[in-house]
């Protein structure tokens, strides 16, 4: 399988698209087709678990790169918690896919992505590069962490992330360095391009990015869609997933295993304020803006890096993006409700994202409950634990929640950061004078 830029100006194979990161032309790497599965692996889904499907699904994307038995070690190393899909309502389960070492769903694609990097760089040193508005990061390090050879650099926005965020980013020591960025989300993701483009630290260095531009992030983040599928499938209704989208790296995994054949019926590509996505949909431009800053802070992105990977499969064409996902945007005070309602009369805590998510799956219900015959089951990818966000979640509460003791653990340790402005030439000269 050969990998290709969404600006068509790079060809490659997986191992360098993987250690590359993004394309020399600036595009994001695409598999030049999205493999089919064939109906024997549909027929016997309900069957598999998670690392079996996360193998064939995987398989198809990384061929002949890597032996079966190096990749079943990884598969079974990164997927060693739970992806339970949890009932919320009759027909609305919550996908909890926070059960990793960080509590963020991100934990899924860093850790494949942290391992895959490692077994392709095969020992020479190396530099990963990450921006982050909370929960990439700190999944990116814990991924990393005393992987030999390999340092990881992690910009994020200064007092824009939760104090648990922060101590999640900060405290890891070792291989792992945080640079504090006086600026937004969408400066420190314009600085890690720049960092990554830059021919000086290109020739001292061999760097790499670990956001969700890596196409390693999006490879096991399909697995999951499989698997939830597989749980809910005996219920015979049409499923409908809700996805809380920021950079959009979550949603395009969903429609990679819709092109696999998984017969998805709807994806809701479910956002905060930061709605450049639904509104691209309701008036076809796309225009990006800064971001704004929500209780659901992962997903206040303003230009969407995986636009490019949706434009490129729906080949540019509206018409495609309208029949494949609907995307409505909310409000913190719909959310801050929704989180209120739930609670109340379901007795589940969402936390910020997945009550985003939540709210899309609502909101298609209402739109469709004039429509005879149009039930189904609405899965909602809920992306962190409540703890993780725990001053938002008490507060919209009004009461305390437990904090598990895999978190209370980053509270405990001391912060370690560099603050810099935003200024690409004084992170550059830091970097130069790194070993
Ligand atoms: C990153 C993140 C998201 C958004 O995921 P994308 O793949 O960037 O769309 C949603 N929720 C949480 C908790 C996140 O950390």
Redesign the pocket.
Known sequence: MKYISTRLQEETNIKTAILKGLADDGGLFMPEYIPKLDSQFFENLPNLSLQEIGFTVASEFLGESISDENLKQIIDEVLNFEIPAVKITENIYSLELFHGPTM???DVGARFMARMMSYFSEGKPMKVIAATS???GSAVASGFFGVPEIEVYILYPKGKVSPLQEKQLTTWGGNIKALEINGTFDDCQALAKQILSDEELNRKFTLSSAN?INIARLIPQTFYYFWAFAQLQKFGKPIVFSV????????TAGLFARKMGLPVHQFIASTNENNVVPKFLETGNYESKPSKQTISN??D?GNPSNFERMKSLFNNDISDFRKEIVSYSFSDEETKNIMRKVKKEFNYTLDP?GAVAYLGLETLRQAQSDKEGEDFVGILLE??HPAKFVEVVEDVLNEKIVIPEKLEAFNKKEKQSVEFPVDFELVKQFLMEEK
């Open positions: 963020a769903f991100k909370g929960d990439t969700s809380p989208s920021g950079n959009f790296g979550n949603l992962a997903m992105v994202h992306t962190a």
